[in-house]
C-alpha cells in the first residue's frame, strides 16, 4: 500500500502535466488577433465586480442622446460582460469563428471585419434606442456583435479542407443567422419597438460582418483575374 500511493500520485501528476501540455499547444494554434481579444476580454471580466459603476457609465455603449456617451465606447463596451455564462458563450463564439476566419485571410482583413461589424452594430443600436427610447434601457455590453458579424463572414469563407467538422459548424451558424433574422423581422419590416436590443447588436454585426465579406472576396476575384 505504500508502494502503490505513491506511484498512483505520480501517475495522477504525470497525465494531469500531459493534459496541460495538451492545452498549452492548442492554445498555440489560435491565431494571434482571436488569441489577444480573448485574453482582453477575460482581463476586463473582473471589472463587473470591481467597480460596476464604472463599467457602465464609462466603457458601457450608451445612446448618443445621452450625457453619458463618450466616442471609445463602441469599441470598450466589446470588451466587458456582465456574467460568467455571458463571456464564456461570447469567447467559444468569438474563438470558433476567429480560428477559421484568421488562419484563411490576414490580421489586417481580421481586424477589418471586426471593425465593420462594431460600426454596424452601433448603428443599429443607436437606431432602435431612437424608436425605443433610450431611458428603458441599460447600456449594451459584450463582444456578441462582432461574433455574429464573424459568423457572417464565415459563411464567405472557401475553405479547402472540406471536413465534418467544417460542414457542421457551417450549418450551426447559418441556423444561428436564421434565427437573429427572425428575431428582427419586425424591425426590417415594421419598426423596433418589439426588438431587444442585443438581437439589433446581432443583426447590425451580421450585416457588417456580410459587407466585409463581399468586400474582401471581390477584391480577391479582382487579383485573381490580374494575375491571369
Given at each position: 500500500?505504500?508502494?502503490?500511493y505513491?506511484?498512483?500520485?505520480?501517475?495522477?501528476?504525470?497525465?494531469?502535466?500531459?493534459?496541460?501540455?495538451a492545452?498549452?499547444?492548442?492554445?498555440?494554434?489560435?491565431?494571434?488577433?482571436?488569441?489577444?481579444i480573448?485574453?482582453?476580454?477575460?482581463?476586463?471580466?473582473?471589472?463587473?465586480?470591481?467597480?460596476?459603476?464604472?463599467?457602465?457609465?464609462?466603457?458601457?455603449?450608451?445612446s448618443?442622446?445621452?450625457?453619458?456617451?463618450?466616442?471609445?465606447?463602441?469599441?470598450?463596451?466589446?470588451?466587458?460582460?456582465?456574467?460568467?455564462e455571458?463571456?464564456?458563450?461570447?469567447?467559444?463564439?468569438?474563438?470558433?469563428?476567429?480560428?477559421?476566419?484568421?488562419?484563411?485571410?490576414?490580421k489586417?482583413?481580421?481586424?477589418?471585419?471586426?471593425?465593420?461589424?462594431?460600426?454596424?452594430?452601433?448603428?443599429?443600436?443607436q437606431?432602435?434606442?431612437?424608436?425605443?427610447?433610450?431611458?428603458?434601457?441599460?447600456?449594451?455590453?459584450?463582444?456578441?456583435?462582432?461574433?455574429?458579424?464573424?459568423?457572417a463572414?464565415?459563411?464567405?469563407?472557401?475553405?479547402?479542407?472540406?471536413?465534418?467538422?467544417?460542414?457542421?459548424?457551417q450549418?450551426i451558424?447559418?441556423?444561428?443567422?436564421?434565427s437573429?433574422?427572425?428575431?428582427?423581422?419586425?424591425?426590417?419590416f415594421?419598426?423596433?419597438?418589439?426588438?431587444d436590443?442585443?438581437?439589433?447588436?446581432?443583426?447590425?454585426?451580421?450585416?457588417?460582418?456580410?459587407?466585409?465579406?463581399?468586400?474582401?472576396y471581390?477584391?480577391?476575384?479582382?487579383?485573381?483575374?490580374?494575375?491571369?
Amino acid at each position: 500500500m505504500r508502494r502503490f500511493y505513491p506511484y498512483f500520485i505520480h501517475l495522477n501528476i504525470y497525465r494531469m502535466r500531459g493534459v496541460i501540455l495538451a492545452n498549452f499547444k492548442l492554445l498555440k494554434t489560435i491565431p494571434p488577433m482571436t488569441k489577444y481579444i480573448s485574453l482582453i476580454c477575460l482581463l476586463a471580466f473582473p471589472l463587473e465586480f470591481i467597480d460596476i459603476y464604472f463599467m457602465e457609465k464609462h466603457l458601457s455603449l450608451h445612446s448618443l442622446a445621452s450625457i453619458d456617451f463618450s466616442f471609445w465606447q463602441p469599441i470598450t463596451c466589446a470588451f466587458l460582460h456582465v456574467s460568467p455564462e455571458h463571456i464564456s458563450f461570447n469567447l467559444a463564439y468569438f474563438v470558433l469563428y476567429g480560428f477559421f476566419i484568421e488562419n484563411e485571410m490576414s490580421k489586417k482583413w481580421f481586424t477589418f471585419f471586426m471593425l465593420m461589424s462594431i460600426i454596424f452594430s452601433f448603428i443599429l443600436v443607436q437606431y432602435t434606442w431612437s424608436v425605443n427610447g433610450y431611458e428603458s434601457e441599460r447600456p449594451l455590453i459584450g463582444l456578441s456583435g462582432v461574433g455574429y458579424g464573424l459568423s457572417a463572414s464565415f459563411l464567405f469563407i472557401r475553405n479547402r479542407n472540406k471536413s465534418l467538422l467544417y460542414l457542421i459548424v457551417q450549418i450551426i451558424t447559418f441556423l444561428g443567422i436564421a434565427s437573429v433574422f427572425w428575431e428582427c423581422r419586425y424591425c426590417l419590416f415594421s419598426n423596433c419597438s418589439s426588438v431587444d436590443i442585443s438581437d439589433a447588436a446581432h443583426l447590425g454585426g451580421i450585416i457588417g460582418g456580410t459587407i466585409a465579406a463581399i468586400l474582401y472576396y471581390n477584391r480577391f476575384a479582382q487579383k485573381k483575374v490580374a494575375n491571369l
